[in-house]
């Protein structure tokens, strides 16, 4: 699913974009993908680790890379809208005291198909917090937030699982996320 997420990156309009990809000890041929790919986009970083130790030490290792105004996050198996970053950033512009903010998500198959709309119930602060002592509110790969947000609390990132949700409750414990 690589190559699609890639694609779906690259596709963005309205905004500047770079887009780090941490190689999380890939045997699949995903790190020749990346080589390619990144010679055909400088937009495109990659960070090779040599061995798979789970999302939260590749936010560990992207916390200190990430350079931009915004941190995106997307999963290799995931896609982006081609307007997600512009409206995201715009809703930040509108609302700068909060550090980030989290979207609905449709689920769709290999070939792009439309399985299922996935709206989350977190539609307040309120509510967004409640969710976050248990769960995950909202879908990773359609989370935004500014980088020093990201980064003071992806430092910590250590568990191989749940790391979407560790990093969601230390934003949280800083300031304001939205939906």
């Not at 699609?4 to 500047?16: F, L």
């Not at 495109?44 to 789970?54: D, K, Q, S, Y």
């Not at 989350?120 to 935004?144: D, N, Q, W």
């Amino acid at each position: 699913y690589l190559p699609a997420c890639v694609v779906s990156v690259r596709a963005k309009r309205g905004v500047n974009w770079e887009h780090l990809l941490i190689d999380n000890g890939s045997t699949d041929g995903t790190t020749e993908y990346l080589r390619i790919a990144r010679a055909e986009d400088a937009r495109l970083r990659v960070i090779r680790l040599p061995e798979n130790h789970g999302g939260g030490k590749g936010m560990f290792v992207a916390g200190p890379e990430a350079s931009g105004r915004y941190v995106a996050f997307i999963d290799g198996d995931d896609l982006m809208e081609p307007d997600r970053l512009a409206r995201q950033g715009q809703w930040m512009g509108a609302h700068p005291n909060f550090l980030g903010v989290y979207a609905d998500a449709r689920a769709i198959d290999e070939d792009g198909r439309i399985l299922a709309e996935r709206v989350f119930a977190a539609r307040s602060e309120a509510a967004l917090r409640r969710f976050a002592e248990f769960s995950m509110p909202g879908c990773h790969s359609t989370g935004l937030m500014k980088t020093e947000a990201f980064q003071a609390a992806a430092c910590h990132g250590t568990f191989r699982r749940a790391s979407d949700l560790d990093l969601l409750g230390r934003v949280l414990e800083r300031g304001r996320v939205g939906f």
